[in-house]
């Protein structure tokens, strides 16, 4: 089997892990509401874990053995994968409209991606590494302090997906450094980048275990799917000396794809938004039975009293 091969199969398998691990984390969410973060006494919660670790492991493989701007857009059929699993898995059947956000989103990201050229010997230099790192630390907690401020759950679930995904998007850059650099560094010079990697998939873990709480399961992690390569192809274009491929004719498809994937995030945004807060209440309201005037039992011709229309 080839390294591309490899890669590409270590890939599918990281996407299945992922999968599980994200359905978990959103039945955990669903069932613990009051442990937002981390539920560390639910054994479901440890198992998302350990299926996340397996698909970080998958991940870092599939890195090391095939090119960033190919590993990352397979990423993206987690989403593809978690749908049906769910529906088989815990009855978790998703609408039409967050099928076809799915589907959207999966296919500009996937052409997006496979538009970007790469350069699979550069890595990043110490002072690149820090600022990349500072800049990171920057956008998550900014996005943090952002979802505070949200009162409508999907609004709040999408902003702290979009925190999760530029994590586990930057730890993904600095794990290819890393697989890049090791063979020709010391061990020891990479633990800045490890530190920064350990880092990373912990905030990106308890983000997107927060993003799950009362917004269902499609709309985070459609946001943390799209999120995480795309961010990764954007360091890669700037810091790797990646480019579109075709010149300008593939920087207009590069950016049309991005406009699917976009449009993909705002239907399944949408879908959660149609089938919240209010239909669940007014499904949890007792019915009032309706009383039936007195007159009406009453038989014909008996007498009545009738109040005057200026009583009324």
């Known amino acids: 089997m080839s390294a591309l091969a490899l890669s590409v199969l270590l890939s599918l398998v990281s996407a299945v892990a992922y999968a599980a691990a994200a359905i978990m984390q959103e039945r955990v969410a669903a069932s613990a509401p009051s442990s937002q973060y981390a539920p560390m006494g639910r054994g479901a919660w440890w198992g ?19 090119p960033l701007s190919l590993v990352q857009p397979l990423g993206a059929l987690t989403i593809v994968f978690a749908l049906p699993m769910a529906a088989l898995a815990v009855g978790r059947r998703a609408g039409s409209t967050a099928w076809r956000g799915a589907i959207m989103a999966t296919v500009g990201l996937a052409g997006l991606l496979s538009l970007t050229g790469s350069a699979d010997s550069d890595t990043l230099e110490g002072g690149d590494r820090m600022m990349l790192g500072l800049l990171t630390a920057g956008g998550v907690v900014a996005l943090f302090l952002a979802s505070r401020r949200m009162h409508r759950p999907v609004v709040r679930s999408v902003i702290l997906a979009a925190a999760a995904g530029g994590a586990f998007g930057v730890a993904s850059v600095f794990t290819k450094t890393v697989a890049v650099d090791f063979t020709s560094h010391s061990p020891t010079a990479e633990w800045p980048s490890l530190l920064a990697i350990a880092g990373l998939a912990a905030a990106g873990m308890l983000l997107s275990q927060a993003s799950y709480r009362g917004a ?15 961010l990764a192809a954007a360091i890669g274009l700037t810091l790797f000396g990646e480019h579109f491929r075709y010149g300008a004719t593939g920087t207009a498809l590069a950016l049309g794809c991005g406009v699917v994937a976009a449009g993909g995030l705002i239907l399944l945004t949408a879908e959660r938004l149609h089938t919240s807060p209010t239909r669940k209440v007014a499904e949890s309201l007792p019915s009032i039975p309706t009383q039936r005037e007195p007159s009406d039992d009453r038989p014909e011709g008996t007498g009545q009293t009738v109040t005057p229309p200026a009583l009324r």
């Open 48 to 66: 998302a874990i350990a299926l996340s670790g397996l698909g970080a492991a998958l991940h870092v493989a599939a890195l090391a053995y095939g």
């Open 216 to 230: 269902g399961l499609a709309a985070p992690l459609s946001t943390v799917t799209v999120v995480n390569p795309v």
